[in-house]
């Protein structure tokens, strides 16, 4: 049979560079032909072969109650009917700020953007203002988007700053960005000795989803909190991926600790492109057109990605809701570690909430540079291996996993036996 996927990746490459509108989805780090899903539902999507695979990526997060959802499609079909874009106000821009403030107590305003991207640069931009500084501080491994200032790699020495990781990207807009080892509490205290009155925020993903899952330790995360209290910088969340994913208050009610801002994407458009940055007023209201901050975006607050993204918190708000999902989630996970060690595979893995991820090694990583030592052709066979039996996981060593409320029992199970069935054919 003639693959449909390779037609349209020939195609896609002669009009799309890398046939691909993100990297990721190239499959360039595992090797073959990405898949061209034609439609989705619940915990499934079909590709152009019409193949079924159980969906673990859930579009990267934010199909958090499977794809389609009866009350979100019919809230998506009546805001269409309304218009798509009006450039000016409507009621369901505050209805969805409303919502958002509601669950996330740390905040006390928010501007809603079309993008995590987006969201993350403007909070950087916004931290900068609020506090008059230049320095901000990062972590390896963590992934706040595309924005210049923040695609850069550590420098050779603590005191030393950044340096670019994209072509295109000048030394001089990273030479202000610290880049600090993700559970290093050592020299996290070491950077701020030398260069606290000249931070402006610290950003970090407090469960990072872009070095596959990696948690920011208790003690980690409050000396992140102390020391920017201490110095008059901001802590800056990055939840465009946990928010709303790992639990109802996100990735600070799981760790018990507020930042001054909080960035937010995906479960929050239920799919749609749609994301948010918000914190105290006095901090918000620098923005324009209160404040010197200028920010802005022709689709922000779209009426129809709203309506998606209020349909989606509606549900997910309903008791019982992560009980549940975090239940599904913790099965997967386990089971992928029985069956592991069942055959024998180096294996361990980690969850909260519907987030998930596992590594190839018998050790949990706490920062990249452990990360980076998992097996990539281990890893590689795994993803192809678990493809060839309609199982849909990231295409890539450094990603982490979805479940939604869609996910039954019976994909859970099916799951971790074409893992066990791969395991012991290595």
Known sequence: MTD?????FERARAVIPGGVNSPVRAFKAVGGTPRFIQRAQGAYFWDANDKRYIDYIGSWGPMILGHGHPAVVEAVQKAVLEGFSYGAPTEREIELAEAILALVPSMDMVRLVSSGTEAAMSALRL?????????IVKFEGCYHGH??????KAGSGLATFGNPTSAGVPPEVVQH???????????LDEAFALHG???ACLMIEAIAGNMNFVRATPAFAKRCRELCTQHGALLIFDEVMTGFRVGLHGAQGVLGVTPDLTVLGKVIGGGMPLAAFGGPR???????????????????GNPVATACGLATLKEISK??????????????????????????????????GGMFGFFLMNELPQNYATVMT?????FNALFHGLLDRGVYIAPALYEAGFVSAAHSEDDIAATIAAAREIFSKR
């Open 4 to 8: 449909q996927n390779d037609i349209l």
């Open 127 to 135: 931290a900068r203002g609020a506090t008059g500084r230049k320095t």
């Open 282 to 300: 006095a901090i918000m209201e620098q923005l324009a057109p209160l404040g010197p901050v200028y920010q802005a975006g022709t689709l922000s």
């Open 177 to 187: 960005t610290l880049v600090l080892e993700y559970n290093n509490l050592q020299q």
């Open 147 to 152: 924005a210049d200032a923040l695609l850069v």
């Open 319 to 352: 008791p019982g809701f992560y009980e549940a999902l975090a239940k599904k989630t913790r099965t997967l996970v386990d089971g992928l570690k029985a069956a592991a060690a069942a055959e024998g595979q180096p294996f361990n893995a980690d969850s909260e």
């Open 197 to 199: 009155k000249d931070i």
């Open 374 to 378: 998992t097996d990539n052709a281990q």
